[in-house]
């Protein structure tokens, strides 16, 4: 992947493999997924096998797809049965918000003992909730509200990526561009040497008319771009993983362990990793 731009609290700071980093996945419907998705989670859990040095667990309240027949988060029909159960934990819901996640997160984090969060959201405020002031402000408050569970804790946020409402919906658009000012400055104003903040790039060349199947939600190339956003963003800030490789396709109708990486007894993926 290209080097990418990253804001960052602590432009500096570099921080090592800690032993056992538990990361949660945060987001909307882009992150939760629908039955059927391999989901841009999948894809991180892929990176992390491949390239995090020492052991880590994705962690989390929820593991399900959003099932769109019964409107429902029930599905657990990922394209690749074999993804570890304990590896598609989550904190993300189809039609959630920072709005919705702001009151939640401090019992999760306390409760999963959270390291790094790896956070999308916004899109779907502005859509239907909050304008991007409000939106914002809903971000600081969610921060505010996992320090408050661990003082320590990480947080690498994803800017919004207008969607195909954007081209046609000029003031929705200039909406999404002002949270992405707003999501910077709450970055550079919130910025803490113990618990830095980054926010990535866009990822590199996404384009919502071949990276997304509906204009909004990510496909197989672009799940590997928003995980290839998180994971270049930790790298390059933190030293944490490597730059991301992405992984090929399987060539037919996944089952079992088709398009799993070799197991690697020197990771821990399920969830005994100890607050840091």
Same mark, same amino acid.
């Given at each position: 992947?290209?080097?990418?731009?990253?804001?960052?609290?602590?432009?500096? /700071?570099?921080?090592?493999?800690? $032993?056992?980093?538990?990361?949660?996945?945060?987001?909307?419907?882009?992150?939760?997924?629908?039955?059927? $998705?391999? #989901?841009? %989670?999948?894809?991180? !859990?892929?990176?992390?096998?491949?390239?995090?040095?020492?052991? =880590?667990?994705?962690?989390?309240?929820?593991?399900?797809?959003?099932?769109?027949?019964?409107? #429902?988060?029930?599905?657990?029909?990922?394209?690749?049965?074999?993804?570890? /159960?304990? &590896?598609?934990?989550?904190?993300?819901?189809?039609?959630?918000? !920072?709005?919705?996640? &702001?009151?939640?997160?401090?019992?999760?984090?306390?409760?999963?003992?959270? $390291?790094?969060?790896?956070?999308?959201?916004?899109?779907?405020?502005?859509?239907?909730?909050?304008?991007?002031?409000?939106?914002?402000?809903?971000?600081?408050?969610?921060?505010?509200?996992?320090?408050?569970?661990?003082?320590?804790?990480?947080?690498?946020?994803?800017?919004?990526?207008?969607?195909?409402? /954007?081209e046609s919906d000029a003031p929705f658009a200039a909406e999404c561009h002002r949270l992405n000012e707003l999501?910077?400055? &709450?970055?550079?104003?919130?910025?803490?040497?113990?618990?830095?903040?980054?926010?990535?790039?866009? +990822?590199?060349?996404?384009?919502?008319?071949?990276?997304?199947?509906?204009?909004?939600? +990510?496909?197989?190339?672009?799940?590997?771009?928003?995980?290839?956003?998180?994971?270049?963003?930790?790298? @390059?800030?933190?030293?944490?993983?490597?730059? =991301? %490789?992405?992984?090929?396709?399987?060539? /037919?109708?996944?089952?079992?362990?088709?398009?799993?990486?070799?197991?690697?007894? $020197?990771?821990?993926?399920?969830? @005994?990793?100890?607050?840091?």
């Amino acid at each position: 992947m290209a080097q990418v731009s990253i804001v960052t609290s602590q432009a500096g /700071a570099m921080i090592g493999h800690d $032993d056992a980093m538990r990361f949660m996945c945060v987001g909307d419907s882009m992150t939760i997924g629908r039955a059927g $998705d391999f #989901t841009w %989670r999948y894809r991180m !859990w892929q990176h992390l096998e491949s390239a995090f040095d020492g052991p =880590y667990a994705l962690v989390g309240p929820r593991t399900e797809l959003y099932d769109t027949g019964t409107g #429902t988060p029930v599905s657990h029909e990922y394209a690749v049965p074999g993804f570890p /159960a304990e &590896a598609r934990r989550h904190l993300a819901g189809w039609g959630e918000g !920072w709005l919705h996640m &702001a009151p939640v997160i401090e019992a999760t984090v306390a409760a999963h003992r959270v $390291d790094v969060l790896l956070v999308s959201l916004g899109l779907i405020d502005l859509g239907f909730y909050t304008d991007s002031e409000q939106t914002a402000l809903n971000a600081r408050a969610f921060i505010a509200a996992a320090r408050a569970a661990n003082p320590r804790i990480r947080c690498v946020l994803l800017p919004v990526i207008p969607n195909i409402r /954007a081209e046609s919906d000029a003031p929705f658009a200039a909406e999404c561009h002002r949270l992405n000012e707003l999501l910077a400055k &709450a970055v550079a104003d919130l910025g803490e040497p113990m618990s830095p903040i980054l926010l990535a790039s866009r +990822p590199a060349d996404y384009d919502i008319h071949t990276d997304t199947y509906d204009g909004t939600h +990510p496909g197989p190339s672009g799940e590997h771009r928003l995980a290839a956003a998180f994971a270049d963003a930790m790298h @390059q800030a933190w030293g944490l993983g490597g730059p =991301y %490789r992405g992984m090929a396709e399987p060539s /037919a109708p996944p089952s079992g362990t088709a398009g799993l990486p070799e197991p690697r007894p $020197d990771r821990t993926t399920t969830g @005994q990793a100890a607050w840091s």
